[in-house]
Nanobody
């Protein structure tokens, strides 16, 4: 049984930073590309970032590029999302996702239905 567990969310002031973690179990973690999505109230899920199985390539949405950084530690079966210069519009529930339909050095799945595994989410709230 695949399990993804996010942690690290919370309340932060605009301009602050948070680091999200996603611990995976029940799958060969190093075989899988991983991604982060977010969903704000009343909105559709939004792609945030993705990383290839090796960590050699990363992908970001335009809204977070330059502020967020995705990384992974295959020895710890964990993927991270470092979020800097946070803005109120970053407020959302952040979800870890695994089992991307495709993820190469040049492109990676960015649609929710292209991922097989999901965590329960962690709330990030950025106050102005």
């Amino acid at each position: 049984q695949v399990k993804l567990v996010e942690s690290g969310g919370g309340l932060v002031q605009a301009g602050g930073s948070l680091r999200l973690s996603c611990a995976a179990s029940g799958l060969t973690f190093s075989d899988h590309a991983m991604g982060w999505f977010r969903q704000a109230p009343g909105k559709e899920p939004e792609f945030v970032a993705a990383i290839t199985w090796s960590g050699g390539s990363t992908f970001y949405s335009d809204s977070v590029k330059g502020r967020f950084s995705i990384s992974r530690d295959n020895a710890k079966n964990t993927v991270y999302l470092q979020m800097n210069s946070l803005k109120p519009e970053d407020t959302a529930v952040y979800y870890c996702a695994g089992g991307a339909g495709y993820c190469s050095a040049y492109a990676c799945s960015q649609e929710p239905d292209e991922y097989d595994y999901w965590g329960q989410g962690t709330q990030v709230t950025v106050s102005s």
